[in-house]
């Protein structure tokens, strides 16, 4: 069991993420869940595990793209990511990938895969490097109470900030830069987009919006529609256990009266879909919704400027 006394940091915010996570497999079994948590755990960059390849339902080759590896230095600190561009181009746009709190498993590879073959540079940084390794952990509440819940927000934008640094002397236009995470990661997405000047835009797939502030965590989203640099289309599900709609609602109603760039800002909301509908190694999948989110990103992307 989730238990929110396991560590001062383990706090309300982490426990709704987890029960979002757990609840996202619909009808399955818990065993079945605790199946689909281990396979995710249990894969690094290159995914070879035969069990995640065979749930995986995108599978993206590395043909005509540049991939691999990079480490970028940051306050010391040399933060690994995944790289995805095309091969031989400059000038590229940019786009941040950023993780789910697995880490940056094949399934995140393979999603900076599909933007390098629309164009962009593509880059999966592993934003828990310094607390730890996620594939090492078998138990949601271990991985929360041990890596997830140590993560500063600020270590997490000074990261990213890195990372953007990196892309601009390797073949990225600093003109056009965007951002896109998954769960833990739809957050950071509305963080930086707040944080760093240079972003374009954003697209945000079911990151939580609100909850109570924590000494690492001392902001959320809902809190900065004041200083969003680049406008953020949200793509959530209207079956999250873990962000109901209402949550939703109250964003939007913050972004109205937010920046500029926050009231250009954008909801579509999913009926039917769970928590983490475009994860494709999950029962959590949503093929429809999946595809069309996207589409709205990529279209979103553009139409802001960024590719």
Avoid at 145 to 150: D, F, G, L, M, T
Avoid at 251 to 256: G, I
Wanted: net charge neutral; proline share 5%; glycine share 10%.
């Amino acid at each position: 069991m989730l238990n929110e006394t396991t560590t001062n940091n383990f706090t309300e915010n982490q426990m709704n993420d987890a029960h979002a996570l757990l609840d996202s497999n619909g009808n399955q079994h818990q065993a079945s869940r605790r199946t689909a948590l281990k396979v995710a755990l249990g894969v690094g960059y290159t995914a070879a595990a035969g069990d995640i390849m065979a749930q995986t339902a995108i599978k993206t080759s590395s043909d005509g793209l540049k991939t691999g590896e990079i480490t970028v230095e940051v306050n010391g600190f040399k933060v690994p990511a995944f790289m995805a561009a095309p091969a031989g181009k400059t000038n590229l746009p940019v786009i941040l990938v950023i993780q789910e709190i697995f880490g940056v498993h094949e399934y995140i590879a393979d999603t900076a895969r599909r933007f390098a073959k629309m164009g962009y540079l593509a880059i999966a940084p592993e934003l828990f490097a310094r607390q730890g390794d996620p594939t090492a952990y078998g138990a949601m509440a271990d991985l929360i109470r041990e890596i997830v819940s140590k993560v500063p927000d600020a270590q997490v934008m000074a990261d990213l900030d890195g990372m953007v640094k990196w892309a601009g002397a390797n073949g990225g236009d600093l003109n056009k830069v965007a951002i896109t995470g998954f769960c833990w990661g739809g957050r950071i997405t509305w963080l930086f987009a707040a944080h760093n000047k240079a972003v374009k835009a954003g697209v945000a797939w079911y990151g939580r919006l609100e909850g109570a502030p924590n000494p690492l965590s001392p902001t959320n989203p809902i809190d900065l529609v004041a200083n969003i640099n680049g406008p953020v289309l949200g793509l959530y599900g209207g079956a999250d256990t873990g962000i109901p709609v209402a949550s939703v609602d109250k964003m939007k109603a913050a972004l109205a009266n937010g920046s500029a760039a926050a009231k250009k800002s954008e909801f579509i909301v999913y009926d039917g879909a769970p928590h983490a509908f475009h994860a494709d190694y999950r029962p959590s999948y949503r093929k429809e919704p999946a595809e069309d989110g996207f589409k709205r990103a990529l279209a979103w992307l553009k139409a802001n400027g960024v590719a």
